[in-house]
């Protein structure tokens, strides 16, 4: 059973642009949700998806959207990037989003 | 004050001791997970509880929901457990916006 896939692995942009982070859930899981990871904040809670439903957003600013298709993959977005914008993103999958949650092995945005 | 707290925060143990890491935290929770990470990134769900006590292998798991209160022990510590272990809360639904609130993570080294 294939697990979370997180597309890309590794991304370096500079200030002012955007990016486009992916991920595939486990194939059944119809929840997605995504968390940051900053040495400084340590994982924060993004936003969750469950049947192409935004169900639930952290404090984050509006820059930060995602999205979710009808196979349940996933993708945020952020826009106007800001050098504190670089972290480790997560994103974890589960049946409901109250079940245990699967990760993927993350995206490593560096801003430069 | 944060909402989750772990403690200790570093702990250093000898192989085959035992190891206790705990967790408290202050608001209405519908579950608590335990998630490992190791160097490099992923991060692995060891446990998701919402009442009494959970055991995989060498690993186990209560909560005390009354107090406020969840503790991650390991029997018999191996090297391969070095890794950073993390407590997370799942909020109430009802009038939240969160979905997981982490704590900082405890640095577990298990040296040989």
């Known amino acids: 059973k294939a697990g979370v896939t997180q597309t890309p692995r590794y991304l370096i942009k500079t200030r002012g642009q955007q990016v486009t982070l992916s991920c595939s859930p486990i194939s059944g899981h119809r929840s997605v949700s995504w968390y940051q990871q900053t040495p400084g904040q340590g994982l924060q809670f993004l936003f969750e998806y469950f049947s192409e439903t935004q169900r639930n957003k952290g404090n984050f600013p509006g820059r930060f959207s995602g999205r979710q298709f009808s196979n349940s993959r996933s993708e945020m977005n952020v826009s106007t990037l800001e050098l504190g914008d670089s972290a480790l993103y997560l994103c974890?999958?589960?049946?409901?989003?109250?079940?245990?949650?699967?990760f993927g092995a993350g995206s490593r945005l560096t801003v430069l | 004050k944060n909402e989750v707290e772990q403690s200790p925060q570093n702990l250093t143990a000898q192989e085959g001791e035992f190891i206790t890491i705990n967790c408290s935290y202050s608001v209405g929770i519908s579950a608590l997970h335990w998630l490992q990470q190791h160097p490099g990134g992923g991060i692995v769900s060891l446990f998701m509880l919402s009442s009494g006590k959970k055991k995989h292998g060498r690993l186990i798991a209560t909560i005390n929901i009354q107090e406020k209160h969840s503790s991650l022990h390991i029997t018999a510590s191996h090297p391969r457990d070095s890794a950073v272990y993390i407590c997370a809360v799942m909020l109430n639904y009802g009038g939240s916006q969160g979905n997981l609130i982490f704590g900082k993570g405890t640095k577990l080294s298990v040296k040989p």
């Open positions: 974890a999958s589960s049946t409901s989003g109250a079940n245990v949650l699967t």
